[in-house]
């Protein structure tokens, strides 16, 4: 096939830039960089033709590059399969020829160049809609803030002509043909509101708008616009914007640092949102529109329910809401659907300000030593969702309380921490949250009637909260973080200086890795990078020069030294579940511990080297089993669930987090069997944040009142000392045997950005 010059090549649903390195599927670009996209571009020059593995090797590896080629290659190209969502068994793309190399298979069309960007409306036309689908109420309350005149619509003509019958009848039949073609869509098409929880094929993710530094996004009732808070560094650009969807037009409605949470009136002619000054929260709203006809009106009363309003400054739009002298102690609102209510967290539970006559009641009550906060309506308005936070140690929980007051209702509770405000799915019969149960900030949605099977509903690696569902139109907006992890050190010893120092920056792109672990001698460091296109095990010296990669596995993590700091076991993931694998630093294949088809992760050795602990489930449940270090039959350890297990120094006992999800007890068992023992002093952040030293365990988890403290546990006294705090609890924590320098995980340059999901049901 010829590419007629062209640097883009269409096939299937992907389209690929050859020169710009970027792959897209359905529009939505896929992260696929390095070796694998260096693999699906030799593959692209000779469709349908053998490229050898010598041509690829000749490709992606340096003639003076050491590596276990065979390995390397073959993670490789089930990296590319993955991003391709193809099978080795049943090619669709990429056909492995055994022995000899691979052949692109599929039919490629070559593209003039050109941005690949979702259909978007006019920013100066009405967002799209189907007026036919509306009633004549919905057409009557339907708005959006950003309008104009409508294109004219030919009227139909009063009477069929006989010359006009045969088009109508093939128009009809045209109509049929697509009416079952869509039928058959939506009946593929899963509807998790239907309680299937596998998510919808048709999903198209992109960001809401162009710029940066964009949260709390929150869908206009037409689901059309979108209202956001924007950060901004220049003075005056901060504040709440409003944007129609598909454009890149912004409306500034108000130009404060500390205005937060967006929430729409029902009509679509107000916003409410959040101010904090003095560490004090007021609620205030202005015109959707910007002003226009509202500024006109500034001195007339607002022809809204919104009546109560009290003037509090010279913008004649922007007005504060009477809150009958309850103060609001968090940022999130919401607003009822029949426009009379903006509920609001307070001292002692979720409260409503009535906007006609200016009365605050509460509905629900918060018990002691527990917090309500983040409301949202249903779709009906005759319920109230919110979060009840409890003190460290006890889960999350989702409530749900009557408008009119009453007995409260616990929807779910959540094993890791709930970040923002839970919202509703469409139809009320789901819920969307963010939560950080596997260590990270993601999305994801319950149904109701089967409230322990959640799914996530963004990607991995990609910290997200802030959920927004539009209500019409099938759309999720939510916040994303946009950052770079980096190694940072510190030397706790005696010294009064414990200052961070960074090591290794920018090791990942997402939040996976790094991992830092010391050798035991001291003398080197392993951590996690994507550097190369894929997640692999590097090594450099103690201070992280002299940097190079041990792996080319694809989708390699978790590393541990091996008491003589000569080798590094690591976990690695494939289509057929993840591996532990070992590697030698002097070269050599790696060796493959666990081939078997149960998921194996967070391995450890023994003190003595001859055995590797891991944490699988192949008994039911996450337990923490352990396997020669040469090659044999796993072993079960735990009896009550376990994982990411690490023994002391003298080999007496095996320290463990009891699951993988946030602020895990840490137990321990005797090396040779015994009873399975809590230490309840112990309670780090992560299953990772926390490392067994002499004498005892460094840990990092939330405490006294600090988000992160660095603290220490006496084996001996059986006590925990504050050691330092930093600024933010690591997902992971190494340290020297010795337990005088930590290395520890922190993100460096820090984005947030809205995204917009299309098709969510």
Not at 526 to 534: E, P
Not at 748 to 757: D, F, I, N
Request: negative net charge; proline residues 7%; aromatic residues 10%.
């Amino acid at each position: 096939m010829t590419r007629n010059s062209s640097d883009r090549a269409r096939f299937g649903p992907f389209e690929v830039d050859l020169h710009t390195h970027e792959l897209w599927k359905f529009g939505t670009r896929l992260k696929l960089v390095g070796q694998p996209f260096e693999i699906l571009a030799l593959l692209l020059s000779k469709p349908g033709e053998l490229v050898t593995r010598e041509e690829l090797r000749t490709r992606l590896w340096p003639a003076d590059t050491f590596v276990d080629f065979n390995h390397g290659l073959n993670a490789a190209v089930n990296k590319l399969r993955e991003a391709l969502s193809d099978s080795a068994d049943a090619p669709r793309y990429v056909e492995t020829l055994p022995r000899r190399g691979y052949r692109f298979t599929a039919t490629i069309e070559w593209v003039a160049a050109r941005p690949v960007v979702a259909a978007t409306p006019s920013p100066n036309l009405p967002a799209p809609n189907v007026p036919a689908l509306l009633s004549v109420e919905d057409k009557q309350t339907s708005r959006t803030a950003f309008t104009s005149e409508a294109a004219a619509v030919p009227a139909p003509a009063d009477a069929q002509s006989p010359s006009t019958l045969p088009r109508y009848l093939m128009g009809a039949g045209v109509l049929f043909i697509l009416l079952l073609a869509a039928a058959l869509i939506v009946r593929t098409v899963s509807s998790f509101g239907a309680g299937s929880p596998t998510r919808s094929m048709m999903e198209h993710t992109r960001p809401l708008v162009a710029i940066s530094d964009t949260a709390t996004p929150a869908f206009s009732p037409d689901g059309n616009s979108v209202a956001f808070f924007r950060e901004h560094s220049q003075a005056g650009e901060s504040g709440i914007y409003v944007t129609a969807v598909g454009s890149d037009q912004l409306v500034q409605l108000t130009n404060n640092d500390d205005d937060r949470s967006p929430v729409w009136s029902p009509d679509g002619r107000w916003i409410a949102f959040s101010r904090q000054a003095n560490q004090v929260y007021s609620i205030h709203l202005v015109a959707a529109d910007g002003g226009g006809e509202q500024k006109r009106k500034a001195e007339q009363k607002i022809e809204t329910t919104a009546a109560a309003f009290t003037l509090t400054s010279n913008a004649t739009t922007e007005r504060e809401l009477t809150t009958g002298g309850v103060v609001p102690t968090h940022a999130e609102l919401d607003w009822s659907p029949d426009g009379k209510f903006i509920a609001f967290a307070g001292a002692s539970g979720i409260y409503l300000a009535s906007l006609a006559d200016s009365t605050v009641r509460r509905i629900s009550e918060s018990p002691p030593m527990a917090e309500d906060w983040g409301p949202s309506f249903s779709p009906d308005g005759q319920k109230v969702m919110f979060v009840r936070n409890r003190q460290i140690g006890a889960p999350d929980e989702i409530w749900a309380v009557p408008v009119s007051g009453g007995a409260e209702l616990r929807l779910l509770s959540e094993r890791g921490r709930i970040s923002s405000v839970p919202q509703w799915s469409f139809d009320g019969r789901s819920v969307i949250f963010s939560s950080n149960r596997t260590g990270h900030p993601a999305l994801w949605r319950v149904s109701l009637d089967a409230p322990d099977s959640a799914v996530e509903v963004t990607q991995a690696g990609s910290p997200a909260w802030d959920p927004a569902v539009s209500r019409r139109g099938y759309r999720l907006a939510y916040e994303r973080l946009l950052r770079s992890l980096s190694v940072w050190q510190m030397n706790i010893s005696d010294s009064d200086d414990k200052r961070p120092y960074l090591t290794v920056s920018s090791t990942s792109d997402t939040d996976q890795g790094p991992g830092p672990q010391f050798s035991p001698d001291g003398k080197r460091l392993a951590y996690m990078s994507d550097h190369s296109g894929t997640m692999e095990i590097w090594v450099s010296n103690r201070d992280g020069s002299n940097g190079f990669q041990l792996s080319a596995v694809g989708g390699a993590g978790t590393p541990r030294w091996s008491p003589d700091s000569q080798s590094v076991v690591f976990d690695v993931t494939t289509p057929n579940g993840s591996k532990i694998v070992t590697m030698s630093l002097h070269g050599g294949a790696p060796q493959t511990l666990t081939a078997d088809g149960f998921h194996s992760v967070c391995p450890s050795w023994s003190h003595d080297g001859k055995w590797i602990y891991f944490a699988s489930p192949r008994s039911g449940e996450w337990q923490v089993w352990k396997i020669p270090a040469a090659g044999g039959s796993p072993i079960q350890i735990t009896q009550h669930s376990g994982h990411a297990a690490l023994e002391s120094l003298d080999g007496k006992f095996v320290y463990y987090a009891k699951t993988p999800n946030a602020e895990p007890e840490i137990w321990r068992v005797p090396v040779d069997g015994g009873p399975e023992t809590l230490l309840p002093l112990v309670r780090p952040g992560t299953w990772a944040s926390w490392q067994v030293v002499e004498g005892g365990i460094l840990f990092v988890g939330p405490s006294l009142g600090h988000q992160a403290v660095l603290s220490f546990y006496d084996f001996a006294r059986q006590r925990t000392t504050t050691v330092t705090v930093l600024d933010r609890i690591p997902f992971w924590l190494g340290a020297t045997p010795d337990g005088r320098t930590v290395a520890f995980d922190q993100p460096g340059q820090e984005q947030s950005q809205a995204m917009l999901v299309e098709n969510f049901r």
